[in-house]
């Protein structure tokens, strides 16, 4: 599968939020609750949040046929701030192209560690990838708390 990846743009803004909203409703559901659910994808509705994150994060875009695919996002150099992939792109290796990607870049940032807060989902695919648990937590988002991990690698 030929996979493009490139830095995400504000024009990029409206697919980013649809694979967002999409992949937390089809894929996380199965691990948080309805509400959880609902109050997790209306992040998808924060602009103003996406566009702080466009210019500044490392933000990446995974394309397949110029349509965008999957996304990520680093902030302060070393912590991996965000991953998804479109509900119906999963399981293809579009997730563990973009991890390369980003750990590169921490590489080249100059840290020797990445860290990131998981989502119950995707905590098997991180311990693949040689993530280590450092904690189990509880994130809270819009007031509501939400189950994940704190994980990390050496690079
Ligand atoms: C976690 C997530 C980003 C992984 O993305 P992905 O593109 O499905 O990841 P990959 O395809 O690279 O790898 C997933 C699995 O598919 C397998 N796989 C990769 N290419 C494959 C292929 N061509 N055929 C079959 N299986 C394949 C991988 O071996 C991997 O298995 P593993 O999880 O047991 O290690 C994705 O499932 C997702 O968006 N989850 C919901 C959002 C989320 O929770 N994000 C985390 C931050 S909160």
């Excluded at 830095?7 to 609750?33: C, G, M, Q, W």
């Excluded at 840290?111 to 809270?140: C, G, H």
Aim: glycine fraction near 6%; hydrophobic fraction near 35%.
């Amino acid at each position: 599968m030929e996979i493009d990846i490139r830095p995400a743009t504000l024009e990029d803004i409206p697919y980013i939020t649809t694979i967002f909203r999409d992949t937390i409703v089809h894929v996380n559901s199965k691990d948080y609750s309805d509400k959880q659910i609902r109050v997790w994808s209306s992040g998808a509705n924060d602009i103003e949040n996406w566009e702080e994150r466009i210019k500044n994060t490392y933000f990446i875009v995974a394309e397949y046929r110029e349509t965008i695919v999957g996304f990520a996002y680093l902030t302060k150099g070393y912590y991996f701030d965000g991953l998804f992939v479109h509900k119906d792109f999963q399981h293809k290796g579009i997730g563990t192209n973009l991890m390369r990607i980003i750990e590169s870049k921490v590489i080249s940032e100059g840290f020797e560690i990445i860290k990131s807060d998981v989502s119950i989902t995707a905590l098997p695919f991180f311990e693949n990838q040689y993530y280590d648990v450092e904690k189990k937590q509880v994130k809270n988002i819009k007031g509501m708390n939400f189950e994940n991990y704190l994980v990390s690698k050496e690079l």
